[in-house]
């Protein structure tokens, strides 16, 4: 039965997986009808879904047929396209009704100004004389009273045509237009005509009134490329979802915390929200990590996100990069190797936070096998780090400190990983060097220098410190 209860949660956290994915993939595709949109092509691809089915049937390595295969990922391609239609649908009711059900207000205007023109008051309007001049009707001055019309209905038509219709051009990169949070609304306009994203400042402040859009401006960085118009921005800075890619860059080696500042710096997130996020024990469940939080998960590379992304969508994007490295023969050489995922990953931090000189890296990780061997304390001075929260000199009084991380004190492993590894170190935890290290120290020179008895050590300490001394 307990067998029989862990494969069960085995299924269901693949089945979260599995729609977590799918409503991904629905929404690249969303994006790539966007882009269709945009260059006028077809939203159906044949020849596209053709080459998804070989590609995915490719992939397979069984149980299921190719035939089975091909039969969900056909009714997959089917909803993405779906969606796609609805999609386009939904912007085009929005660019003309604003979202809302019923004739946009350029209708109601164009309405109301032909009432104007039909209404019978105009027939029985009459115009006040001047002094010393008599009274005369409307129908005597009906030429200048069209004439008036007119010129207010041209009026408006140019308004609109200035307003709704896409006449900027931004060249190259754009221009990005970064939004404060409480900055005010005529601040946020004087700002989009100094940098010629809008071309009458007057105009977008009454359009916004009229659309009510402006108390809901949202801070956020904006791209503002291509072709657009004055109500495009308006929609852009009212919808809060930046079009602004940014890229970032998390090295390997990083905590949490220091991943959650650099993605608060680059992408305006909340570094504290990304950081009780990843360290919630529901996260790192509900992804299939293998740990209490997903520290030592993210993995470290180059990614492209959206200004303010939510916090979660980067957390499941960088697990999912760690999962696509952590494919099914590193799986099978930890097996190998009698290791779980949970222990590699701790080794392979340790080593990633020890490690200078990538040659040392698989002899670091072979001096830590061999002191558990043993049975001897790992005695790594980054857990040390680790466990006060700071990067800094590992003095003797810290060795003492009460935690779980504290590897002078506890054998084995610490409870998580220290930091996220790099692909380098994942292989050197998963393919140590053969050696009967047991030791190793600074050499002053970047690297280290590594000893298989505690005499030997010593002496390579002291002269670590006279080296030190010169």
Known sequence: M??????????DLLDKRIVRLLNKRAKYADEIGRVKEKLGLEVYSPEREKQVIENVSKENPGPLTDDAVGRVYERIIDESRRLERESAEERRISLTNDGRSGPSKIVHVARWFKKLLTSNRLNTMSIMPLPGREKFSLKG????TLLIAGAIAALILISCIVFFVPYHYARGKGTIITIERGISADKVYSELFRSDVISNKFMFKVVSRIFSLEHKIKAGKYLFAGNFSDYDVMKIIASGKSNLLVTVTIPEGFTVRRIASIFHRELGIDS????????????????????RNLEGYLFPQTYDFYYDTDPREILERMVDEFDNFFNDSLRERAAQMGLSISEVIKMASIVEDEARIDSERAIIAS?????LKKRMPLESDPTIQ???????????????IDSPFNTYERYGLPPTPICSPGAKSIIAALYPAQTNYLYFVANGHGGHRFSDTYDEHLRAVRAYKRNRMR
């Open 367 to 371: 001096v830590y096998y061999n002191r």
């Open 386 to 400: 680790y466990a006060i929260g700071e990067r800094t000199r590992v003095y003797y009084k810290d060795l003492k």
């Open 272 to 291: 504290t929200e990304f950081a009780d996020l990843a360290f919630e024990d529901s996260s790192s469940e509900a992804l299939g990590i293998p740990s």
């Open 141 to 144: 001055a009906g030429h200048l």
């Open 2 to 11: 307990s067998d029989m209860r862990s494969l069960r949660k085995k299924i």
